[in-house]
C-alpha cells in the first residue's frame, strides 16, 4: 500500500508541476503578444482618424465640400490630428500622438506602405516604381482604383484615382494638411508676385472688365493675394493646370459673374503659354456680353475652356398675357435649355444668384411658372430653393462618376446710396473693407445652395468665395466698366457704376486659384 501510495503522490506531483509551467507558457506567451500587437492597435485607434487611410474608390457626402488648404507639414494637437511630422529625404516619417506614442505612417522610397483603414479594407498597399500597385481588401479582391484619403476631425479629403500617379504626386498631396478653411482668411498685398498676368497684356479681357485701358489711374487693387488662415494655397501654374486638363473639357456656365471669372482664366492659362497662338476661339469669335458661348481650344494639350450662359440655371421662357403681349417666365422646375451642352464635360463650374435681385424676378409677379402653371405671385426664395433643387437632380442624374463638378457662390457687390440701377456707387474706393458687419454677410441664397448640396448623391464641391469678396469694394470697374481715355479736366460721367462685376486682372483671379488648389489636391 506505501509503495502504491509513494507512486500517485508522485504522479501527482508531476501532473502538477506540467499544468504549473503548461499556464506559466500560456500566460507568458499571452503577455508578449499584448505586447507586440500594442503599436498596431494603437495605430488604428489613435493615428486612423487623422492621417493617410485607404478606402476602396467611394466618397461619402462628407468628403464633398471639406475646405482643403496647403500647408508644408502635418501636425498632431492633443485631440489626436497631426503634430511634429517631418518630411525627410522623401519620407513621412514619425507621427507622433498626444500620449507619446509613434504612430509609424511612412511615405519611403516614393511607396506608400503598410496603410490600413479602421474596417480593415486595404491593407499593404506597397509600390516599387513609383506607381501604386498590388492594394488587396479584406475579401481578398485585387482594388485597382484607389483613393487616398487623408482624414482629421472627421473631415475627409480624397486624392482620387492614385493608381494611376507617380508616388511622389501623392507624398506631395499628402504633406499639405486640410485642417483650415480655404474661404476663412484675408487678403496679403503682394507686390512682388501681383497681378499674376499685366493689365492690358490680355486679350480675352472684354471692354466692361479692362479698367486700367478705361482710364483707371489706381493698381493697388490688382496687388492682393487671398490668404486662407493657418494655410496657404499653391502659386497659379498655367503649364500644371493645362497638363491637369490634358484630353479634356472645362466649362463655366452661368451669369455674368461667370464670364467674368471665364475672361480671368483664359488670361492667367494664356499668360503661361510660350507659344500663345495655339490657344484660340475655335470659331474666331471675340468676347462681347452679346454672344452667350465661347470654346478657347489649347493645342499643345488638346483641351478646352468653354462659357456658356445660363442666368439662372432653370428655363427661361416667355407668355401671352391678356393683353396679347409676351411677358417672361421663369419654369423653376426645368432645367436650362442649354443643358445639352453641359453634357461629357469633364471639369463645370457653375454660378447663379445676380439676376434674382432684378425686379421681375424679386417681385415675382407672373412669373415663376411649374408645369404649365404661372403664379400669380411666388416668393423669390422659395423660387430659388426650387430652382436650385431642379438644377441638383439634373446633376445627380446626368454627370458621371469621374468627373468634377463645382459651383461658385455668391460675389459681393459694394454699391453706396443705391443698387445698380438706383444711383448705386462705389467710384473712388482704392482701400479694402477692414471691419464691419459687411464682412460677416452671409445671404440666405448661400444657405440655400450649401443645404442642396449637401443632400445631393454627386460630390459637387462649393467654391464658396463670398466672405472673400465682402472685404473688396476696391475691386469693381465702377465708372470704368466702359473706355473713359479723356482729356484732363474732362468730366467723367457717374449716372451708371457697375459695383458687382471686377476689374481684370483682380478679384477672380483668386477664384480661379482655389479652383487649381482643388484641383491639385484631387489629384486626377
Known sequence: MATIFFFSTQKNLYAISTFSLLTLFLLSLLYFSKQSLQPNLSLYRDHYY????LSLNTRSQDDLNIPIALSQDLSRNSNGSFYNSTISKGSLQNSRNSNGSVD????????????RN???????????NGSVENSRSSNGLLVDDINVI??????????????????????????????????????????????????????????AYDCQSNGRKDSQYMNWRWKPDGCDIPRFNATD???????????????????????????????????????YEIHGYKITKGRGYYIFKFED???????????????EGTRVNGQGNNNPTLSIDRIDKSANRWKRVDILIFNTGHWWTHGKTSRGKNYFKEGDYVYPKFDAVEAYKKSMSTWAKWIDKNVDAGKSVFYRGYSSAHFRGGDWDSGGSCNGETELIKSGAI??????????????IRDMQFPVVLLNITKLTNFRKDGHPSVYGKNRTLDEGKKISTRRQDCSHWCLPGVPDAWNELIYANLVLRTR
Not at 487623422?50 to 487611410?53: A, D, K, Q, Y
Not at 509609424?104 to 496603410?115: C, H, K, L, Q
Not at 479602421?118 to 516599387?128: A, E, T, V
Request: net charge positive; glycine share 4%.
Open 241 to 279: 493646370f493645362l497638363t491637369r486638363l490634358r484630353g479634356k473639357r472645362l466649362m463655366l456656365v452661368g451669369d455674368s459673374m461667370n464670364r467674368n471669372q471665364f475672361e480671368s482664366l483664359l488670361c492667367m492659362l494664356y499668360d503661361g503659354l510660350s507659344n500663345k497662338s495655339k490657344m
Open 104 to 115: 509609424n505612417s511612412r511615405i519611403s522610397n516614393g511607396s506608400v506602405e503598410n496603410s
Open 439 to 452: 464682412l460677416d454677410d452671409y445671404p440666405v441664397k448661400m444657405k440655400i445652395v450649401q443645404d442642396v
Open 301 to 315: 494639350y488638346n483641351c478646352t475652356v468653354e462659357f456658356v450662359r445660363s442666368h439662372f440655371l432653370v428655363r
Open 118 to 128: 479602421s474596417k480593415g479594407l486595404i491593407d499593404n498597399l506597397r509600390n516599387s
Open 150 to 207: 487623408v482624414q482629421e476631425d472627421n473631415k475627409k479629403f480624397v486624392l482620387e484615382n492614385t493608381s494611376n500617379v507617380s508616388a511622389s504626386v501623392v507624398k506631395e498631396s499628402v504633406k499639405w494638411k486640410i485642417s483650415c478653411d480655404l474661404y476663412v482668411g484675408s487678403w496679403v498685398k503682394d507686390e512682388e508676385n501681383y497681378p499674376i498676368y499685366k493689365a492690358g497684356s490680355c486679350p480675352f479681357v472684354d471692354e
Open 50 to 53: 487623422s492621417s493617410l487611410s
